[in-house]
């Protein structure tokens, strides 16, 4: 059975079909021909769009690199599978969950500019990353190279093969204010032996927004005979990019933060004759050896979870990935730029606007990051995350494209009273 028919089976029973709203679909329309940068600015616009969201009302919510909340007409979508498959149980299963799951897979391929072939769906970030760095088929004395600011989870696992293998970890600190992209290659490079066998980098440095540059980084490490494996958790849906054009071997993402899908998914990418080196997690023998579908043998997934990300993706698409972008650069200017030279403020992302997008990261001069964030939350009613270590002291600031220029105008007032 296929997804419309599951769609006409649903009507039957009463069931409504996951449809975008007419008042959405006339304002996309509206403003079909404005630019992404005018339209970034519009504060109606983006107003409209905010009321497709049921918004807690305690607090401003300035922490949304964890979780993004997911838009009601992804939500309702998401509602309707939930029964779409509780009705069907066993049958949908065993008949069409994976037809299904390589219509998601097609669809994740083409927004994320790669082969079909070379994605599977996964949980998270984690996940997707971990089972290549596991995959590995590490001897004593091979060596990895990582940051100090790569995320938590990652370096522990690293740290795990290092204890299990005897494989050595070389963590270099990406520099906060670079003055090139070559600064940074430059950094990576030096840490690079003839014993590394793989480069793990950021696409986006999830504390402070810093965006890496892959492309030369990848081309950098590949001169080098060395893998390079992306954690792209904060890149992917934020901004525009193919992974095709990356150059990267490896790549992970976690797609209930910037595309917005209900919480539990996310994909990995290897490039096409990558899979067979890497040894999977679980033993599956039903795919062969150079098939990337042997990597995501995890038992049975919440179907439901994903085949919602086809609806989240139409989310996207409606709106428009530069349009979105657009947005997330325009705001994180809007409120960085009037704290950046303020005395007592410590901006942690660099100054030059194309190195971010949406994510940003700020400190009080003497003030420990976590009082900031229990300051902020308590006095301000403002939600973020504080960050201390990896050479970073602040609040990571991440909003969506929900998030009001009024409500960044109070963020920077109490930023300024602090300070």
Known sequence: MKKRDFLKSLSGLGLSVPVMGRNFERLLTEHEGVSPEALAKNEEFWGEIRSGYVLKPDYINLENGYYCITPQPTFNAFVENIKKINYHG???MRNDRFPENTEVRHALAKAAGCLPEEIVVTRNTTESLD????GYDWKPGDEAVMAVQDYGAMLDHFDLQAKRYGMVNKRISVPLNPASDEEIVEVYEKAITPKTRLLMVCHIINITGQ????????????KHGVDVLVDGAHAFAHFDYKISDLGCDYYGTSLHKWLSSPLGVGFLYVRKGKAKSLWPIFGDNGYADDDIRKLNHTGTPAV???ISILNALDYLQ????????????YIKEYWVSQVRDYPGILVNTPADPKRSCGIANVGIAKMKPGILGKTLLEKYKIWTVPIDGANVHGCRITPNIYTTTEELDVFVKALKELA
Do not use: N, Q, W
């Open 131 to 134: 089972t290549v760095i596991s």
């Open 90 to 92: 066993s049958y949908y």
């Open 211 to 222: 965006i890496l540059p892959i492309k030369k980084i990848s081309d950098m490490a590949h």
């Open 304 to 306: 439901h979870t994903d």
């Open 318 to 329: 409606k709106i428009g990935i530069e349009k979105k972008e657009a947005r997330l650069r």
